[in-house]
C-alpha cells in the first residue's frame, strides 16, 4: 500500500522488525485490513503509511502544497512507529479506509420523550456499528410512577429505558465484532437514584458502566449527616427527601459488592467546561475519563513515556526536550484527526469542529518509573507525575496556540474560558485527558496508562495447551543482568503474581516491580489526583482491591477521591463481579435493598433421605466428567461430579464446586442463577462435545444443570449446549476470546494474552 505523493520507499523505518509477538498478533487480529476471507492484505508498516497519509491530507484545508503533505506524512509515521506516540483504536483501524470514522467516544443526549429516548437508541447503534462507545445522562427522564399527561399514564422510569439501550447494544453486537461500550450517569438527587444504585446487583446491564453524578451539596450532606432534596426532572420541584450518608453507603456497598456505580464529581467537571455557553456537561465517555457536552465525541492519543528515560552525568533523567517535541507533533496529528474524521452523526460532527477537543495522555508510566528506580507508591513517584503531565499540558496548549496561530482558534472560542483580554487565541477547547490504553500498550510493548503494572510474569496458552511464560522485558532485563534470572524464577512469578515476597527477588528490584495489587488503594487515588492536577479533562484510574478488602476500604478511597481533587473514581475489588449480591434488607423506602450476605443469615436444609436425578457424562479439557444432579419435592437439591480416570486436582476441584453448589441449593438459591455464573468461566483446555464448546468443568456442571432444570420443567432430555453469555467471561475474570487473565483497569477490561479489550 503506498501514496503517488510518497511512495512506501520514502518511509524508512520498518516497524514490523521492531514490534513483539503480542505486538504483531494483536495488530494481526483487530487492527490490519483484511480482505473478504479474513486474511491480512496488509503489514504493520503498511497500516502506520495508510494511516499518516490519510491524516497528513487534512493540511491541504490549510494551504498546504504536495511537498509539505508529504513531508507532514512521513513525520506522522515517524512518530507513530517509533512507539512514542499512538492515536487511538479506531483511528489505526479505520483511517484510509471505507468507514473512516476515527473517534472512540461520544456523549449522547436523552430528553424526557419518547422522540428522543428512541432517537437516542438509533443514533446509539449507529455509533456502535462504526466501532465507537456511548455514555448517556438519564438524568432528564421522569421518575417512575411520575404522570404522562399524553397517554394519562404513568412514566416506567430512567431504568426501565436503560433496559432498551442495552438489548439494542446486545442486537447490534450480533452483526459485529464486539458488543459496543455504555455510560449510564444519573444525578444523585433523582428521585429514581436509589433504584439506579441497584440496578447492576442481579447481574443485569452487562453493556453498561454505570456512575452515579455526585454534587457538592449532596457531598457535603453526607459528610455532615443530613437530608438532601431530590428533584423530580420534569416539573423541577422537590420529590422527596433521603438522608445523604445512607445513600453514600448504598453506593459503596454496592461498588464492593458489583463493582458498580463508579462515581464522578459532576460540579468539578462543570467548572473545568471550557465552553459555559454552549452547555452542562452531564455524562462521561464509557471509561470515565472524557467529560463531555451532548453530541460531542473524543479524539484521544498518547505518549509511551517509557521512551523517553535517558541517561545522563547526574543518572537517569525524564528527556524533556524530547518530550517537548513530541507533544507538539501529537497535537498536530491529533487536530488533523478532527477534520479527517467521519462522524456518525452530522450534529457530532457540527460540534467536534466547533470545540475542537482533543485528549493527549499517557502510557508506559510504570515503565518509566521503574526504569529510574522510584516505587511506584511513593512520595518521589507522585511528584514526578505532577512533573511530567504538567510539562505535557503546557506544551499542549503552546502546540495548540501555535495552531490557532496558522489555522484560527477553535469556533466557539468567544464566550470560552480562553477568551479573556490578552490571552493568546487556542485551537483546542481541551488538550489533555489520561485515557485506557489496554490494546495500545500491548502494541507499544508498555503498561497501560497510568496505571501500575497488574502483573510482572503471566502464562500465556498457546496450541496445543503449551504454557509459554510471558515475563515484563523490562524486569527480565534486569533479572539477567544482575544475575537472578532463571525460567524456574519467572514460572514462579507468574503462578504467584508478583515478585512481592519472593526471596530470590532482590528487595530493591521488589520495591520497584510492584504490581496493582501490591500497592495501597490510597497511593492510586494520590497518584490519579498528581495527574489530574494538570489535565484538563479527567484522568481514567481504576483502584484494585483484593478480595478479601472491606466496605470501609471502599470507602476510604471515595473519601479521598473527593478530598483529592479528582474528577471520579472506579474501583474493582477481585471477585466482585463473580457472586450474585442477595436482598436481604429494606430501605427506608419499603423497597428492597441488596447487600453483602453475611455470615449466619441462612442455614442450608438438611438433605433430604431420598432424591431423585440424572448423570450425565461431558467431555471436558480435563477428560471425562460424570455430573449427577438431584430433586426432591422442593426442587434441585444436590450435584455431585466425579471426574473419569484422571482424577488428582481436576476431580477434586470438580468435587468442591459441587459440595458447595449443593450446599447453595439447600439454602435456597434459585439453579439458574448457580448455572448463569458457571456458564462462560473458562480454563486454559477448553473441549467440543456433543452439541457444542464446553469451556472448563465449571462450565460443564453448568451444562448439565441447565440440562437438568428443562428435564425438570418439560421432560426434555435433549443434550443442547446454549452457547453462554461472554459477559460472564468479565465475570469469573477470564478473556472471552482465549480464557487469559482479565486485567480490570482505568474503568476496562484488557487480556495481556491475546489483546482484547472491553472497550476498544
Known amino acids: 500500500m503506498s501514496s503517488e505523493a510518497t511512495g512506501t520507499n520514502t518511509y524508512s523505518r520498518v516497524i514490523d522488525d521492531l514490534l513483539s509477538v503480542n505486538s504483531l498478533k494483536v495488530l494481526q487480529k483487530r487492527y490490519l485490513l483484511k480482505d473478504e476471507d479474513g486474511r491480512p492484505v496488509e503489514n504493520p508498516s503498511d497500516m502506520f503509511i495508510r494511516v499518516s497519509e490519510n491524516i497528513a491530507q487534512t493540511e491541504r484545508l490549510f494551504g498546504a502544497d504536495d511537498a509539505t503533505v508529504a513531508q507532514c506524512a512521513l513525520d506522522f509515521y515517524d512518530l507513530m512507529t517509533s512507539l512514542d506516540f499512538l492515536p487511538n483504536s479506531p483511528t489505526l483501524m479505520n483511517a484510509g479506509r471505507e468507514l473512516q470514522q476515527l473517534s472512540a467516544c461520544f456523549v449522547l443526549p436523552i430528553d424526557d420523550s419518547m422522540e428522543s429516548i428512541f432517537g437516542a437508541v438509533r443514533d446509539t447503534a449507529l455509533i456502535h456499528k462504526s466501532g465507537g462507545g456511548t455514555g448517556f445522562s438519564f438524568s432528564r427522564l421522569r421518575p417512575g410512577g411520575d404522570q404522562v399527561q399524553s397517554t394519562q399514564g404513568v412514566s416506567s422510569g430512567p431504568v426501565s429505558f436503560m433496559r432498551v439501550f442495552n438489548q439494542a447494544t446486545e442486537a447490534v453486537k450480533q452483526g459485529g465484532t464486539r458488543r459496543g461500550a455504555n455510560m449510564g450517569v444519573l444525578r444523585v438527587d433523582h428521585p429514581d437514584i436509589l433504584q439506579f444504585i441497584k440496578c447492576k ?13 455526585l454534587t457538592e451539596d449532596f457531598m457535603n450532606a453526607a459528610r455532615e449527616g443530613k437530608s438532601y432534596d431530590l428533584i423530580n426532572p420534569r416539573t423541577k420541584e422537590i420529590a422527596g427527601q433521603l438522608d445523604a450518608a445512607e445513600v453514600y453507603d448504598l453506593i459503596i456497598e454496592m461498588a464492593w459488592a458489583t463493582g458498580d456505580p463508579g462515581i464522578i464529581f459532576i460540579d468539578r467537571m462543570n467548572r473545568d467546561n471550557p465552553t459555559p455557553a454552549i452547555g ?27 521512551r523517553f528515560v535517558v541517561s545522563r552525568e547526574s543518572g537517569l533523567e525524564v528527556d524533556w526536550d524530547r518530550l517537548s517535541d513530541v507533544v507538539h507533533r501529537a497535537i498536530r496529528f491529533l487536530d488533523d484527526v478532527i477534520d479527517a474524521n467521519r462522524y456518525p452523526l452530522e450534529k457530532i460532527g457540527e460540534l467536534a469542529r466547533a470545540n475542537r477537543k482533543v485528549g493527549l495522555g499517557v502510557m508506559g508510566w510504570a515503565d518509566m518509573l521503574i526504569k529510574m528506580g522510584i516505587p511506584y507508591d511513593s512520595d518521589e513517584a507522585v511528584a514526578l507525575g505532577k512533573k511530567v503531565m504538567g510539562c505535557i499540558d503546557a506544551e499542549a496548549k503552546a502546540a495548540s496556540r501555535n495552531l490557532a496561530s ?23 477547547a481541551t488538550v489533555t485527558t489520561i485515557a485506557p490504553t489496554g490494546t495500545l500498550s500491548i502494541i507499544a510493548n ?23 511464560i510471558e515475563v515484563n522485558p523490562i524486569f527480565e532485563e534486569m533479572a539477567v543482568k544482575r544475575g537472578f534470572y532463571s525460567p524456574e524464577l519467572m514460572a514462579l512469578i507468574a503462578d504467584h503474581g508478583s ?57 476510604h478511597v471515595y473519601d479521598l477521591a473527593w478530598d483529592s481533587g479528582v474528577k471520579g473514581v472506579t474501583i474493582y475489588r477481585d471477585g466482585s463481579k463473580s457472586g450474585q449480591v ?3 434488607g429494606k430501605t427506608s423506602q419499603g423497597t428492597e435493598s441488596p447487600v453483602p450476605l453475611r455470615a449466619g443469615e441462612i442455614e442450608p436444609r438438611p438433605r433430604p433421605l431420598v432424591t431423585q436425578g440424572r448423570t450425565e457424562k461431558i467431555m471436558t479439557g480435563c477428560g471425562n466428567l460424570y455430573v449427577t444432579v438431584n430433586w426432591d419435592e422442593e426442587g434441585m437439591c444436590e450435584v455431585f461430579s466425579q471426574m473419569g480416570k484422571s482424577g488428582g486436582c481436576a476431580s477434586s476441584q470438580s468435587e468442591a464446586l ?23 468461566i473458562r480454563c486454559p483446555s477448553p473441549s467440543w462435545a456433543e452439541g457444542g464448546k464446553v469451556l472448563s468443568c465449571a462450565d460443564a456442571i453448568g451444562i448439565v444443570m441447565e440440562h437438568a432444570v428443562d428435564f425438570m420443567r418439560t421432560g426434555n432430555t435433549e443434550r443442547k449446549i446454549v452457547k453462554s453469555s ?8 477470564a478473556c472471552p476470546e482465549c480464557g487469559g487473565s482479565l486485567e480490570h483497569e482505568s474503568g476496562c477490561a484488557v487480556c495481556r494474552a491475546c489483546g482484547f479489550s472491553k472497550c476498544s
Open 201 to 213: 446487583a442481579e447481574g443485569d446491564f452487562e453493556n453498561f458502566n454505570i456512575s452515579v453524578a
Open 726 to 733: 461472554e459477559s460472564m467471561d468479565y465475570h469469573s475474570g
Open 446 to 468: 508498555c503498561s497501560s496508562g497510568i496505571e501500575p503494572l497488574f502483573a510482572v510474569s503471566y502464562v500465556r496458552t498457546v496450541m496445543d495447551n503449551d504454557r509459554l
Open 280 to 306: 452542562e456537561i452531564e455524562s462521561t465517555n464509557p471509561c470515565g475519563e472524557q467529560p463531555l457536552l451532548p453530541y460531542e465525541a473524543c479524539n484521544l492519543g498518547s505518549i509511551n513515556l517509557s
Open 658 to 680: 459441587s459440595r458447595m453448589i449443593s450446599v447453595s441449593l439447600r439454602a435456597g438459591v434459585d439453579p439458574e442463577a448457580i448455572t448463569k455464573h458457571l456458564r462462560g
Open 406 to 428: 496558522e489555522r484560527g482558534p477553535f469556533p466557539n472560542y468567544a464566550g470560552s474560558i480562553y477568551d479573556v483580554p490578552g490571552a493568546a487565541p487556542i485551537r483546542n
Open 499 to 555: 515478585v512481592s515476597g519472593i526471596d530470590d527477588v532482590p528487595l530493591d528490584i521488589q520495591e520497584v516491580f510492584v504490581t496493582a495489587h501490591d500497592i495501597a488503594p490510597e497511593w492510586h487515588i494520590r497518584m490519579q489526583a498528581g495527574f489530574q492536577t494538570h489535565t484538563d479533562n479527567a484522568v481514567s484510574k481504576t483502584v484494585n482491591f483484593g478480595s478479601d478488602a472491606t466496605v470501609d476500604d471502599v470507602r
Open 582 to 584: 442477595l436482598s436481604t
